[in-house]
């Protein structure tokens, strides 16, 4: 089988580095196009000097890079972007700017050269809706003055412009939503829950939960996440349509930090914190999340390997070594 040279945007952060892991581990040569905002070089050190890998410190909003870089791989995989609440509110125009000029230059690039474009989207895209949130459900904004649904916004018009793109110019894309996706290299600093409650919880801290802790979230591992990306490139019928990827077991913010709290033997207690205080400013919170997932199941097979308490342990199990790591010279 013949490997695609592949560009990762936004390749040093979370998701895009495990991305990078696998289709470096495929055999696949690999271009990372990041601006090391949120992203970390050290998500990528294992890799620097492995054939076919390549890092290019860069914007996606820079337009002739980006058309360049576009021009001389054969699949995009397209994950940069101002993610996190607490980022988000922080710079509106700049998410605005990221998500909506940089994919926009991503996907009118790939539109030109006959390029294939996996676009990462989101399920805030949903909105207030009850779960199960299903694919081919309209898109919701619910109180488009509220700060933090400038994410959404730029996400849906993201996926807007996309599937105009695959009609007018013929652009082969596929949207992928991801749910709330976890793993070890996860950082809190931007508003993420499960590494905030982890490090809390290990540093005898209270855990903070922000609003009342009924609102419920699913929680996928980032290898399993990148197991389902894996999956669906490889399938026919997903290219051209929007597919969640997440988790179906739905949990509550309270309990997932009653869960941390016995994972790691902590004696934390467990506060409930106003979102104006967490933010600065009352944030409109989603109440309830979870993906229908018979698209990604029945088109490709895929079942999680991992379930809650698994990705706990793993989380909690790599935490002391991440710590121990940041104390050596030279980080
Ligand atoms: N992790 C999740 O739970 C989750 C859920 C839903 C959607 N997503 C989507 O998945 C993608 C990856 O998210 P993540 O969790 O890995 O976040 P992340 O912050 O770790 O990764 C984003 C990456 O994009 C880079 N970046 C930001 N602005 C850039 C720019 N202008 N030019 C080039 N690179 C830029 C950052 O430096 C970072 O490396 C995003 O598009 C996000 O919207 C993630």
């Not at 805030?124 to 400038?150: K, T």
């Not at 652009?171 to 590494?195: E, H, S």
Request: charged share 25%; glycine share 8%; net charge positive.
């Amino acid at each position: 089988m013949k490997v695609p040279r592949i560009l990762v945007t936004g390749g040093a952060g979370f998701l895009g580095s495990a991305l990078v892991a696998e289709a470096l581990a495929q055999g696949g040569r690999v271009t990372v196009l990041d601006d090391l905002s949120t992203g970390r070089l050290s998500n990528l050190s294992a890799w620097q000097d492995a054939p076919g890998f390549e890092f290019v410190q860069g914007s996606v909003t820079d337009e002739a890079l980006v058309e360049r870089l576009v021009a001389a791989h054969e699949r995009v995989l397209h994950m940069a972007a101002v993610v996190g609440v607490r980022l988000v509110l922080a710079a509106p125009a700049r998410t605005v700017e990221t998500n909506v000029t940089g994919s926009l230059n991503v996907l009118r690039a790939a539109a030109r050269h006959g390029r294939e474009v996996l676009l990462a989207s989101t399920s805030e895209v949903y909105g207030r809706r009850e779960p199960p949130f299903r694919e081919e459900a309209a898109i919701e904004l619910p109180h488009p003055e509220e700060r933090r649904w400038i994410y959404a916004a730029t996400k849906a018009l993201s996926e807007r412009t996309a599937f105009a793109l695959a009609r007018s110019e013929g652009l082969r894309v596929l949207v992928v939503r991801f749910f709330n996706t976890v793993g070890a290299r996860q950082r809190g600093r931007y508003g993420m829950v499960l590494p905030n409650f982890v490090r809390q919880a290990l540093a005898g801290e209270p855990l903070t939960v922000f609003g009342d802790g009924t609102q419920t979230r699913s929680f996928l591992a980032v290898q399993d996440a990148v197991r389902a990306v894996g999956l669906l490139l490889e399938t026919e019928r997903a290219w051209g349509q929007v597919v969640n990827v997440g988790s179906d077991e739905e949990v509550s913010i309270l309990e997932l930090a009653q869960r941390v709290v016995s994972v790691t033997g902590s004696r934390s207690p467990i506060v409930r914190m106003p979102y104006r205080e967490a933010y600065g400013i009352d944030v409109d919170d989603i109440p309830r999340r979870r993906p229908a997932l018979e698209r990604l199941a029945g088109w490709t097979g895929f079942r999680p390997h991992f379930d809650l308490d698994g990705i706990l342990r793993e989380v909690v199990a790599a935490a002391p070594r991440r710590r121990a790591r940041a104390l050596e010279p030279g980080r």
